[in-house]
Antibody
Framework: QVQLVQSGAEVEKPGASVKVSCKASGYTFTDYYLHWVRQAPGQGLEWMGWINPKSGDTKYGQKFQDWVTMTRDMSISTGYMELKRLTSDDTAVYYCARETGGAVAYMDVWGTGTTVTVSS | DIQMTQSPSSLSVSVGDRVFVTCRASQSISRYLNWYQQKPGKAPKLLIS???VLQGGVPSRFSGSGSGTDFTLTISSLQPEDLATYYC?????????FGQGTKVEIK
């Protein structure tokens, strides 16, 4: 079935980087955009950016412009989100989600979520 | 960026009650508005796309309406399994933005 399976929980120190993976199955990876959304403890959903898996083009939220990188490996239908220079404010659950794109766009499949904890 | 504002932020209702959640966009987004349900400890789930299109497998007690800047999610008869936080999200432009969420609790 269609699913997005993410990598496991991470614990990192402040100043470090983290790279989260999102493996797609059950559909053609390049037919859908891949978004990244995070959720801090007890908070709402925050959009981080997206990648077009076919072209590799990316668009990041202004807040994340200088410290997030989204990439993909089409050969294994996997997207990646790397966040640099971590602080305690980056402690959150990180989700990938596919989006239909086009004029009518919605995130219809979400990943399993990856908990990232930043602590010294 | 388009700001999305939901109200109320939380509500406590009884099983069988009709529930209304509203979402307002800071500018017109036509009907490019999606609703998601997030249960505790789970990933969000798409309920409604394009303001009113119910996704497959979603109970018919859920419905969506609105266009332009004002939208409503309605649960016609609340069930215990509807305990969740509901988010609206606009897909009119980048960056995608979400409302702050409405937490629905059962009395």
């Amino acid at each position: 079935q269609v699913q997005l399976v993410q990598s496991g929980a991470e614990v990192e120190k402040p100043g470090a980087s983290v790279k989260v993976s999102c493996k797609a199955s059950g559909y053609t990876f390049t037919d859908y955009y891949l978004h990244w959304v995070r959720q801090a403890p007890g908070q709402g959903l925050e959009w981080m950016g997206w990648i077009n898996p076919k072209s590799g083009d990316t668009k990041y939220g202004q807040k994340f412009q200088d410290w997030v990188t989204m990439t993909r490996d089409m050969s294994i239908s996997t997207g990646y989100m790397e966040l640099k220079r971590l602080t305690s404010d980056d402690t959150a659950v990180y989700y990938c989600a596919r989006e239909t794109g086009g004029a009518v766009a919605y995130m219809d499949v979400w990943g399993t979520g990856t908990t990232v904890t930043v602590s010294s | 960026d388009i700001q999305m504002t939901q109200s109320p932020s939380s509500l406590s209702v009884s099983v069988g009650d009709r529930v209304f959640v509203t979402c307002r966009a800071s500018q017109s987004i036509s009907r490019y508005l999606n609703w998601y349900q997030q249960k505790p400890g789970k990933a969000p789930k798409l309920l409604i796309s394009v303001a009113s299109v119910l996704q497959g497998g979603v109970p018919s007690r859920f419905s969506g309406s609105g266009s332009g800047t004002d939208f409503t999610l309605t649960i016609s008869s609340l069930q215990p399994e509807d305990l969740a936080t509901y988010y609206c999200q606009q897909s009119y432009s980048i960056p995608r933005t979400f409302g702050q969420g409405t937490k629905v609790e059962i009395k």
